[in-house]
């Protein structure tokens, strides 16, 4: 019985640490002294053009925009794994429609877009490394809203 205790409470204790994010403003989470950093911000989940996916070290992931106003033609990419689960997206097909995505978020319901959102995540810049040059994306793993 304690070992179960004692397995519940690591395990609790590591889910913690990885929710846990450095809480960054929307307009400062692409500086180049965030790559490779956990990185929590706001902002709303945006297709704009199109949504492309693929499988990046084994996680099948699509690319949404984050803007920080959807009006706003600036974003950067939110990459969200596809499942089944909580913090997922249901699989798109080639034609989709933004209004029958499904995204979850940390708490299993669907996220609403027009509504905006708090991402957690592994920000990736290459800000630091050309500041003419620019790509930055954070692979999400909580989504709340």
């Given at each position: 019985?304690?070992?179960?205790?004692?397995?519940?409470?690591?395990?609790?204790?590591?889910?913690?640490?990885?929710?846990?994010g450095?809480?960054?403003?929307?307009?400062k989470?692409?500086?180049?002294?965030?790559?490779g950093?956990?990185?929590?911000t706001?902002?709303?989940?945006?297709?704009?053009?199109?949504?492309?996916?693929?499988?990046?070290?084994?996680?099948?992931?699509c690319?949404?925009?984050?803007?920080?106003?959807l009006?706003?033609k600036?974003?950067?990419t939110?990459?969200?794994?596809?499942g089944?689960?909580?913090?997922t997206?249901?699989?798109?097909?080639?034609?989709?429609?933004?209004?029958?995505?499904?995204?979850?978020?940390?708490?299993g319901?669907?996220?609403?877009?027009?509504?905006?959102?708090?991402?957690?995540?592994?920000l990736?810049?290459t800000?630091?490394?050309?500041?003419?040059s620019?790509?930055?994306?954070?692979?999400?793993?909580?989504?709340?809203?």
């Amino acid at each position: 019985m304690k070992i179960v205790i004692i397995g519940l409470v690591v395990g609790g204790m590591l889910t913690a640490c990885l929710s846990a994010g450095q809480p960054v403003e929307y307009a400062k989470a692409c500086d180049g002294g965030n790559d490779g950093r956990t990185i929590e911000t706001s902002g709303y989940l945006d297709v704009g053009f199109g949504l492309y996916c693929s499988n990046r070290a084994g996680r099948s992931e699509c690319g949404f925009q984050l803007k920080n106003d959807l009006r706003d033609k600036t974003a950067f990419t939110a990459d969200i794994a596809v499942g089944s689960g909580a913090n997922t997206m249901d699989k798109a097909g080639r034609q989709f429609e933004k209004a029958k995505l499904i995204v979850r978020g940390h708490d299993g319901n669907k996220i609403d877009f027009s509504r905006k959102v708090k991402v957690t995540g592994k920000l990736s810049t290459t800000k630091h490394l050309d500041p003419n040059s620019f790509a930055c994306f954070v692979q999400v793993y909580k989504i709340e809203q």
